[in-house]
């Protein structure tokens, strides 16, 4: 009786088998194609993306009624040696950020500090929603500050990181 059923089942399995491949070529073609969207390589300028990102938030913010955010110069360094170090510990984090705020508000004589960090988007519109869509990450950018600075640096596979940093200078 084992020999039977274990006979049945291999013959139910061929049938079913047999019966999930019939899908023409022009099908398993379209499939290949619409599992691959989006996985083609993309080239990002960084700098420009920088640009952008921070004009969408400012845009973000006076569409709040906030006011605009200035560039921060001597804050860039600190958010991109932050940028550089996910890059190579492969990870998105806020590690350091106590002695990474300090270093800026000794810097800039800010009186408060804080960041957004991110990877993998491709646009800066797709990091702006991302970000508003964030509580913790929207409340930054919403923050009562006067100052900001973008970096967006790409790792070895031309995939962004992001760190931006908020400050309040009085």
């Given at each position: 009786?084992?020999?039977f059923?274990?006979t049945?089942?291999?013959i ?14 022009e ?16 080239t990002i300028?960084?700098?420009?993306m920088?640009?952008?990102l ?7 913010r006076?569409?709040?009624?906030l ?5 921060s ?9 932050h ?9 998105l ?15 800039t ?16 519109e797709?990091?702006l929603?991302?970000w ?21 640096q ?6 962004p990181?992001?760190?931006q ?5 009085p």
């Amino acid at each position: 009786m084992k020999k039977f059923s274990g006979t049945t089942l291999v013959i139910l399995f061929l049938l079913v088998i047999s019966s999930c491949s019939k899908s023409s070529t022009e099908e398993l073609e379209q499939l290949y194609t619409e599992a691959n969207l989006g996985n083609e390589k993309v080239t990002i300028d960084p700098v420009q993306m920088e640009e952008d990102l921070v004009l969408l938030i400012n845009q973000h913010r006076n569409s709040l009624g906030l006011n605009t955010l200035a560039n921060s110069a001597p804050a860039y360094k600190y958010a991109e040696a932050h940028t550089d170090y996910m890059i190579a510990h492969n990870i998105l984090s806020h590690d350091n950020f106590d002695s990474r705020a300090s270093q800026v508000a000794e810097e800039t004589n800010a009186i408060s500090v804080s960041e957004n960090v991110a990877r993998y988007y491709i646009s800066a519109e797709k990091t702006l929603e991302a970000w508003v869509e964030s509580d913790s990450h929207r409340e930054a950018m919403e923050g009562d500050f006067t100052h900001t600075t973008l970096s967006i640096q790409l790792d070895k596979d031309g995939r962004p990181y992001f760190t931006q940093i908020f400050i309040k200078v009085p």
